[in-house]
Nanobody, 121 residues
Framework: QVQLVESGGGSVQAGGSLRVSCSCTGRTFSMGWFRQAPGKEREFVAAIVWSGGSTSYSDSMKGRFTISRDNAKNTVYLQMTSLKPEDTAVYYC?????????????????WGQGTQVTVSS
């Protein structure tokens, strides 16, 4: 059984930075970060493969957000910089058991509880 626990969300002013973390127990192939704002669909942010570290990013967030992993700690990070009010959302990490690096939430098998990120102007 895979369990995911996010941490590190909070409130920050526009232009600031924040890092969220996701601790993973269980064996998975890749991890993803998604976000969901009120009234909107869940949106892909970034994904990473545990072995080798290949990554994928949403075009709209590439350059501001960085996904990384610490294999020894079984933890994936999302470093967010130059934050904007429109980045306000609940951020979820997700795990995929089988091979592949995907952007659709339908391709992920397990989800964390989410962590709130609020960016004020």
């Amino acid at each position: 059984q895979v369990q995911l626990v996010e941490s590190g969300g909070g409130s920050v002013q526009a232009g600031g930075s924040l890092r969220v973390s996701c601790s993973c127990t269980g064996r998975t192939f890749s991890m993803g970060w998604f976000r969901q704002a009120p009234g909107k669909e869940r949106e892909f942010v970034a994904a990473i493969v545990w072995s080798g570290g290949s990554t994928s990013y949403s075009d709209s967030m590439k350059g501001r957000f960085t996904i990384s992993r610490d294999n020894a700690k079984n933890t994936v990070y999302l470093q967010m910089t130059s934050l904007k009010p429109e980045d306000t959302a609940v951020y979820y990490c997700a795990a995929r058991v089988h091979r592949g690096l995907f952007t659709s939430p339908r391709n992920y098998d397990y989800w964390g509880q989410g962590t709130q990120v609020t960016v004020s102007s």
